[in-house]
Antibody, heavy 121, light 107 residues
Framework: EVQLVESGGGLVQPGGSLRLSCAASGFTFSSYWMSWVRQAPGKGLEWVANIKQDGSEKYYVDSVKGRFTISRDNAKNSLYLQMNSLRAEDTAVYYC??????????????WGQGTLVTVSS | DIQMTQSPSSLSASVGDRVTITCRASQGISNSLAWYQQKPGKAPKLLLYAASRLESGVPSRFSGSGSGTDYTLTISSLQPEDFATYYCQQYYSTFLTFGPGTKVDIK
């Protein structure tokens, strides 16, 4: 059974940093692109970042470029999101998602339960 | 970036009703469209991909159609467990975008 379990969320002050983790199991982690998708309270879904199987390619939504870094450790079946210079508008539930490649992009066939990040003073 | 819109933003329906949700892209996306269902406090669930292909395990009352810029999700006979918010997502571009969602609630 595919499982994605996020951790690392919490309350952080504006300008602070946080590192999210996602532990994957039930599939060959190193064979898949992986992504982070977030959802602000009461709002819709927003793709944040994704990373290729070997970590050689990474893409980010414009609003987080230069502040967030996605990474992975295939030996540990883990995905990470380092978030720096956090802003109030980064407040959201952050989901780890497995990407299924199609055409020029990908969609998400498995999602974690999410971890809440709150940026507030 | 490709912008996605959905209509309606919400709708009220009864069990057994046929429900149709529309998703429109700001440019043609060649059927590179997925649909998700999300219930309160839960992660999204993939329903369809490639505009009309049903994900394994998803009931056949869900179907998708469309081409170019315009796509639809249809629930042929709404069931109690279908009351949720539905999102479309384009994957024609590497920079993925979701629609704003359509909330389906009980009339």
């Amino acid at each position: 059974e595919v499982q994605l379990v996020e951790s690392g969320g919490g309350l952080v002050q504006p300008g602070g940093s946080l590192r999210l983790s996602c532990a994957a199991s039930g599939f060959t982690f190193s064979s898949y692109w992986m992504s982070w998708v977030r959802q602000a309270p009461g709002k819709g879904l927003e793709w944040v970042a994704n990373i290729k199987q070997d970590g050689s390619e990474k893409y980010y939504v414009d609003s987080v470029k230069g502040r967030f870094t996605i990474s992975r450790d295939n030996a540990k079946n883990s995905l990470y999101l380092q978030m720096n210079s956090l802003r109030a508008e980064d407040t959201a539930v952050y989901y780890c998602a497995r990407a299924r490649i199609a055409a020029a992009g990908y969609y998400f066939d498995y999602w974690g339960q999410g971890t809440l990040v709150t940026v507030s003073s | 970036d490709i912008q996605m819109t959905q209509s309606p933003s919400s709708l009220s329906a009864s069990v057994g009703d046929r429900v149709t949700i529309t998703c429109r892209a700001s440019q043609g996306i060649s059927n590179s469209l997925a649909w998700y269902q999300q219930k309160p406090g839960k992660a999204p669930k993939l329903l369809l991909y490639a505009a009309s292909r049903l994900e394994s395990g998803v009931p056949s009352r869900f179907s998708g159609s469309g081409s170019g810029t315009d796509y639809t999700l249809t629930i042929s006979s709404l069931q109690p467990e279908d009351f949720a918010t539905y999102y479309c997502q384009q994957y024609y571009s590497t920079f993925l975008t979701f629609g704003p969602g359509t909330k389906v609630d009980i009339k």
